[in-house]
């Protein structure tokens, strides 16, 4: 049986439902299965793949110590292994040269030492995009890409992009034959846009050809852009309350060690040096970053521009497309407010600022806190924080629930029945209890009275103490685990119980050993069900069992077979198959580029400049600028093969024309006519003609600039 059907089923039919409990009509129309993030749109899609991800964290932590689980420190581990390519990358240009002459060279004789940091650089770049994608995939099934969230989510696509674009200029600057494939497909993308007055791909057709200057210009880009990614990562978590950027100790030394044993054992290959009028056939290429060779090799410039385009925009816009409607903020009232600061030092999203009180105003108080909205994601944190209960929380207002739970609790004992309070959150493994919102009736846990709620951070102590003096037989608290969706509130739930934080709860007040307090994620509902009926029966508190068989020797040996399965991904991913599309047996490639001549049009009459100044009047000047089409015509032991017109560029078709054509041609001797001409008519004016010997898997380029006439390569 689908439960999360059952579950949005059953809240739809309270939302219409009519009752004397306003609060729970309100809470059920609000989050309709209880769950925050149900205002985004295909929530049980994404729900239900977001289990997936909770079952692999369930997984590894049944096995290893939580501290050395990679899945639940992806956005960390990405961050850390970032540092180390960065920092492998400064100590490799001990060796390296940054010239289209001396860059393959450099790196083909380095010494093992360089090749250890070569190949640590290579690696770390693959494991930093191999986890930032596990955490944009993890975040975005887990919804956490609303409005409220938006700076987070957009910072952190364009880093994806940023780093991506990064390791695609990093293997040009190789200047092997895979660089070949990633110049090829750079120029083909950026001759589409107006910035160079020939086209691009022109410089990638012979070994003479390509600008040293501009392979120095890609390598300054290459070493610019990890700025801007760590401008984007600042602001990826500028709105996070302790964020943990970088991975602890533990992490930190397996995630490096294991990097720099892949390096040891596999050291960074390198193809054949680039050669331009050799034609690729296959090649190993780095699927992380070189995977859209397969588009470039194989779609036009302006079809690529609208699929990055369309992927782009697609990607930045998830947070307005995907949210359907804004849920009630919580807010602060000034006046309960007494400026402790407990709920702006809690707030897991930095959405609480502490403001001075006037002058008249300071008897309650030096500060107030107000809560930004753009920032807040309802999580109700602050309300757990606040002792005069002074943040209006619309969705879940904590004195009427005080309330309501009296009343729960005042019906059940009167009529003698014992009965346990749960506060469960609604991203746990709670959330998919069947549980009627107005009573607090739940058919999974008879004899409990269980209040949804958004997570466990939102119950004060008190309402803990409040419960068993009115005569709870004990009070369960169920939140989330490993990765909880509000950050630091499953952590600060457990301090407060444990008295380790305020608001502590109060062991002089009530027997504490009646208060139990569980972490399940959404995969772990069997556990949390026999958990909680467990301490329904005891009513005294239980230690979580903690799955971990075996002793400390087996767990790491679990740990390093974990990180030995990443470290094989980061190695094969690096060297993905890759066959070139196109297998021509030899190919003649013709580029030229040149200005067709003006075409004449009619003058300028006199009774057509009437409504002109006179200084604009022209004195028969031709109103137009227009020059004519180049057309190009090959032929090939005397047959025709290529008849193209070439229309010129610029905004008044006044610029050159430009041509760039590969045609297929079998192996041996040919002869080899070539026309072109910059007139309407069919007169030719640039001509020649040459036989040559095509050799198997290389290609003959013609390259023509009026200045330098035809250049055959290789010299025929």
């Known amino acids: 049986m689908d439960t999360i059907k059952e579950e949005i089923d059953l809240v739809e039919l309270a939302w219409k439902g009519s009752s004397s409990n306003s609060i729970a009509d309100d809470y059920s129309a609000q989050l309709k299965d209880k769950r925050q993030d149900t205002v985004l749109r295909g929530n049980k899609l994404l729900r239900l793949a977001d289990r997936w991800f909770h079952r692999l964290d369930r997984f590894v932590e049944e096995s290893i110590p939580s501290a050395l689980n990679p899945f639940t420190q992806s956005g960390a581990i ?19 040269k940054p010239s289209v002459y001396q860059a393959y060279d450099s790196l083909q004789a380095i010494d093992p030492v360089g090749g250890f940091f070569r190949a640590l650089h290579r690696y770390s770049s693959d494991a930093c995009m191999l986890f930032i994608l596990f955490h944009a995939f993890k975040m975005f099934f887990a919804g956490r890409f609303d409005k409220s969230r938006w700076l987070a989510w957009v910072t952190g696509i364009a880093a994806v992009f940023m780093l991506w674009f990064d390791g695609w200029l990093g293997y040009w600057l190789v200047w092997d034959e895979r660089a070949n494939q990633v110049a090829a497909g750079t120029a083909k993308i950026l001759d589409q846009l107006p910035i160079f007055a020939e086209p691009l791909s022109r410089s990638f057709l012979t070994d003479t050809s390509f600008n040293s200057l501009l392979f120095f210009l890609v390598f300054f880009i290459h070493m610019l852009i990890p700025l801007a990614i760590g401008i984007a990562l600042w602001m990826h978590v500028s709105r996070l309350n302790k964020a943990n950027f970088i991975t602890r100790k533990k992490m930190t030394i397996a995630v490096t060690a294991s990097l720099a044993v892949l390096s040891i054992i596999a050291p960074a290959d390198l193809t054949k040096p680039a050669l331009m009028l050799e034609i690729q056939e296959a090649m190993p290429i780095d699927y992380f970053y070189m995977l859209p060779v397969y588009l470039t090799d194989r779609l036009g410039g302006g079809l690529l521009w609208m699929i990055f385009l369309i992927t782009f925009v697609g990607f930045m816009s998830m947070p307005w497309v995907f949210t359907k409607k804004e849920i009630s903020k919580p807010k602060v009232d000034p006046d309960k407010c007494n400026g402790c600061e407990q709920c702006y030092k809690d707030c897991p999203f930095n959405a609480i600022t502490m403001f001075p009180r006037d002058e008249e105003d300071k008897k309650k108080g030096d500060f107030y806190a107000s809560i930004d909205p753009s920032k807040c994601v309802s999580c109700g944190i602050c309300v757990g924080a606040c002792d005069p209960v002074g943040i209006e929380f ?124 569980l972490q399940y994620n ?119 093969v290529l008849n193209r017109k070439y229309e010129p560029k610029g905004f008044f078709n006044d610029g050159n024309s430009g041509g760039l054509e590969y045609i297929p041609i079998k192996s041996g001797r040919h002869t080899v006519e070539i026309y072109l001409g910059d007139t309407t008519d069919d007169e030719w004016l640039y001509t020649d003609e040459r036989i040559v010997e095509f050799e198997k898997h290389h290609r003959t380029v013609i390259l023509f600039g009026k200045g330098d006439g035809f250049q055959w390569h290789p010299e025929q």
Request: hydrophobic share 35%.
């Open 78 to 96: 990405a961050n850390t292994t970032f540092i180390i390519a960065l920092i492998s990358g400064f100590i490799i240009l001990i060796w390296y």
């Open 394 to 517: 619309p969705r879940l207002p904590a004195n009427d629930i005080r309330k309501e739970t009296d009343q729960w609790l005042n019906t059940h004992l009167n009529d003698g029945r014992k009965v346990h309070v749960a506060y469960v959150c609604s991203n746990s493994a709670g959330s998919d209890l069947h549980i009627d919102e107005q009573t607090g009736h739940c058919k999974e846990l008879p004899g409990y009275l269980v209040r949804a709620i958004p997570c466990t951070g939102w119950v004060h102590p008190l309402m803990i103490e409040r419960a068993l003096r009115k005569g709870a037989e004990g009070v369960l608290v169920v939140g989330c685990q490993s990765e909880p969706d509000y950050r630091l509130g499953a952590m600060w739930t457990e301090k407060r119980i444990t008295g380790k934080r305020h608001p502590r709860l109060r062991e002089d007040k009530v027997d504490a050993s009646h208060i139990e307090y």
């Open 522 to 640: 959404r995969s772990d509902f069997d556990g949390f069900i026999k958990a909680a009926r467990r301490f329904q029966r005891t009513s005294t508190r239980t230690v979580k069992p903690i799955a971990q068989a075996g002793g400390k020797a087996k767990k790491y040996f679990k740990a390093a077979l974990i990180l030995l399965i990443l470290g094989s991904l980061t190695y094969f991913f690096s060297k993905g198959p890759y066959t070139v599309p196109i297998q021509n047996e030899s190919e003649l490639v013709v580029s030229f580029s040149l200005s067709g001549r003006s075409v004449e049009k009619a003058e300028v009459s006199a009774s057509s400049q009437e409504d002109l100044l006179p200084h604009m009047r022209g004195q028969g000047v031709p109103i137009e600028r227009e020059r004519a089409d180049v057309r190009l015509k090959v032929l090939v032991d005397g047959k025709e």
